[in-house]
């Protein structure tokens, strides 16, 4: 199966977004973009208004959205992603929260591993080994 063609519009919208998810976000939209397109190709319209710039995503939840209501709802959407067929759901779950937690706190501490254990209340050992396998030695020191 051929792969479809991206136009110039949606990859200048990729390289106009900041991707706060990372690879991992910019990835699976490319997948979303490639499993839902038809035969005219990915469309701006198979995207979300945060990511297209029709709507603005806002940074810090609003005061309806408790933490509870924001798990459930990253919970949801990783469902969706893995599908049905997967698994390894509750690893893939919660790998993406851990990475995420340690490297929001790894940056809160200015990379500083003994810091950043201490604050996570993990061993520096354990936390040095999630650091290799979530690939942050980027923002470690």
């Known amino acids: 199966i051929p792969l479809p063609e991206f136009s110039e519009e ?5 390289r106009n977004y900041s991707w706060p998810g990372n690879v991992r976000e910019l990835q699976n939209y490319v997948e979303r973009l490639i499993v839902l397109s038809g035969l005219d190709g990915p469309s701006l319209d198979l995207l979300p208004g ?3 710039g029709k709507s603005m995503a806002r940074s810090f939840p609003s005061k ?5 209501t924001m798990c459930r709802d990253l919970v949801s959407m990783e469902l969706q992603r893995v599908g ?3 698994t390894d759901v509750h690893t893939q779950i919660v790998s993406l929260v851990e990475k995420e937690v340690i490297l929001q706190v790894l940056r809160s501490c200015q990379g500083v591993q003994t810091k950043t254990a201490t604050r ?4 520096r050992n354990t936390l040095h080994k999630k650091i290799s396998e979530y690939e942050l030695e980027s923002e470690a020191r």
């Not at 949606?10 to 990729?14: A, H, P």
């Open 64 to 68: 309806a959205q408790d933490p509870e």
């Open 50 to 52: 945060h990511v297209t």
């Open 120 to 123: 996570l209340g993990i061993n």
């Open 10 to 14: 949606v990859l200048s919208t990729f």
């Open 84 to 86: 049905e067929s997967s």
